[in-house]
């Protein structure tokens, strides 16, 4: 049984950093076809970046909002996908999910994303 464990949530000052992590355990997932996703309370999960695989090159993908203060990486030796987070802002406050997607799928497709992870809570605040 494959899952998706995250880490590396906390508190952090607006403006601040923090790096969150995506690991496979209990079986083998591809990291090129992972992505990230968040959902604040009330509101639909949405999209955040993902790796795209296509003619032997690695793709990144990213939500308008996050682009360039965001950046999406993985480690293949350690299944992990990770999230880098810079310049965070009060509105960047969610749980973020991990999740791995049928390859088929378009990466920014939410409906595409079969295992989820259980998420890790992200607070920007003063």
């Known amino acids: 049984q494959v899952q998706l464990v995250e880490s590396g949530g906390g508190l952090v000052q607006p403006g601040g950093s923090l790096r969150l992590s995506c690991a496979a355990s209990?079986?083998?997932?591809?990291?090129?076809?992972m992505g990230w996703f968040r959902q604040a309370p009330g509101k639909e999960r949405e999209f955040v970046a993902a790796?795209?695989?296509?003619?032997?090159?690695?793709?990144?993908y990213y939500e308008d909002s996050v682009k360039g203060r965001f950046t999406i990486s993985r480690d293949n030796a350690k299944n992990t996908v990770y999230l880098q987070m810079n310049s965070l802002k009060l509105e960047d406050t969610a749980v973020y999910y991990c999740?791995?997607?049928?390859?088929?799928?378009?990466?920014?497709?939410?409906?595409?994303?079969?295992?989820w992870g259980q998420g890790t809570q992200v607070i920007v605040s003063s």
């Open positions: 999740a791995a997607r049928d390859p088929s799928s378009p990466p920014r497709d939410r409906a595409g994303y079969i295992i």
């Open positions: 209990g079986g083998t997932i591809s990291t090129s076809n």
């Open positions: 790796l795209g695989f296509s003619r032997g090159l690695v793709f990144t």
